[in-house]
């Protein structure tokens, strides 16, 4: 099964822009459905992005939409979540994540995540 390692995670000042990227292996990205999710420490599961299968049509859940854009490489076996005007409300662990489909942000695997930590 593909395994999935974030990067780029780290601290910025609210109203600043940061890039993840998740790398894959063992399995190429274009076989699934793909993208991100976020869980605080004593949080639920929330801020889902995915980007589908074969025609790249993406969705985002409400409190990221607009200011979250995913996107997937192919060639490179890579996938990135580009964040622009953060808040401290967006600190929190970043996952990559494979999914059988994109409605509901129902992940199947992923990674570790990477801390984003976002100040006033």
């Known amino acids: 099964q593909v395994q999935l390692v974030e990067s780029g995670g780290g601290s910025v000042q609210a109203g600043g822009s940061l890039r993840l990227s998740c790398a894959a292996s063992r399995d190429t990205l274009d076989n699934y459905a793909i993208g991100w999710f976020r869980q605080a420490p004593g949080e639920v599961r929330e801020g889902g992005s995915c980007?589908?299968?074969?025609?790249?049509?993406?969705i985002y859940a409400d409190s990221v939409k607009g200011r979250f854009t995913i996107s997937r490489d192919n060639a490179k076996n890579t996938m990135y979540l580009k964040m622009h005007s953060l808040t401290p409300e967006d600190t929190s662990v970043y996952h990559c994540?494979?999914?059988?489909?994109?409605?509901?942000?129902?992940?199947?695997?992923w990674g570790v995540g990477t801390q984003v930590n976002v100040s006033s």
């Open positions: 994540a494979a999914y059988y489909y994109c409605a509901g942000f129902s992940p199947t695997l």
């Open positions: 980007i589908s299968r074969g025609d790249g049509h993406t």
